[in-house]
T-cell receptor, first 113, second 112 residues
Framework: NAGVTQTPKFRVLKTGQSMTLLCAQD?????MYWYRQDPGMGLRLIHYSVGEGTTAKGEVPDGYNVSRLKKQNFLLGLESAAPSQTSVYFC????????????FGPGTRLTVL | GESVGLHLPTLSVQEGDNSIINCAYSNSASDYFIWYKQESGKGPQFIID?????DKRQGQRVTVLLNKTVKHLSLQIAATQPGDSAVYFCAEMMNYGQNFVFGPGTRLSVLP
């Protein structure tokens, strides 16, 4: 099993550009999450999904959109990138809900100039 | 607002000693807690969890203690090894929410 994978690993954008981050898991997990991690801070939840075709807002959803068209994939989109979105983005998945272990991907480092 | 926090941002210990990483939480409604380890350049990795109906839980070389009276959580690592060097996060789950609140993390450095 590859676990949770994220594409790309690094990306540099200019302000106003758009991009999509891809998360894939091969563990048949129902729940998937997108977090951002900023220096000196803990992870903050952006959006999450409790199953295929569902999405919900987390703590910091503004400026991001998500889609879960397939159970194994969870996409995070930035329609118009801003420097404040410079961060490391982590995807995670869990089999049931948040009351059990979340498996994290390796992260995507995004810089918005 | 209510949040998860850590008493010490950095902790240095000698190899072979025991480590104790502390975490304070302020939401009495939190009923589930997890400790994660994050090595440089990697995603967080689950270490151990504990539910609010427990005071202590043990894993391999790790023990989590929960003191609900003072809203305090700690992670004890026995016989700390160089491979334990990482940032450790505590996270709390509130019983009405779908997400965790993560603390900022404590960096553990193991000295040879």
């Amino acid at each position: 099993n590859a676990g949770v994978t994220q594409t790309p690993k690094f990306r540099v954008l200019k302000t106003g550009q758009s991009m999509t981050l891809l998360c894939a898991q091969d563990m048949n997990h129902e729940y998937m999450y997108w977090y951002r991690q900023d220096p000196g801070m803990g992870l903050r939840l952006i959006h999450y999904s409790v199953g295929e075709g569902t999405t919900a807002k987390g703590e910091v959803p503004d400026g991001y959109n998500v889609s879960r068209l397939k159970k194994q994939n969870f996409l995070l989109g930035l329609e118009s990138a801003a420097p404040s979105q410079t961060s490391v983005y982590f995807c995670a998945s869990s089999y049931f809900g948040p009351y059990n272990e979340q498996f994290f991907g390796p992260g995507t480092r995004l810089t918005v100039l | 607002g209510e949040s998860v926090g850590l008493h010490l941002p950095t902790l240095s210990v000698q190899e072979g000693d025991n480590s104790i990483i502390n975490c304070a939480y302020s939401n009495s409604a939190s009923d589930y807690f997890i400790w994660y380890k994050q090595e440089s350049g990697k995603g967080p990795q689950f270490i151990i969890d504990i539910r609010s109906n427990m005071d202590k839980r043990q894993g391999q070389r790790v023990t989590v203690l929960l003191n609900k009276t003072v809203k305090h959580l700690s992670l004890q690592i026995a016989a700390t090894q160089p491979g334990d060097s990482a940032v450790y996060f505590c996270a709390e789950m509130m019983n009405y929410g779908q997400n965790f609140v993560f603390g900022p993390g404590t960096r553990l450095s193991v000295l040879p």
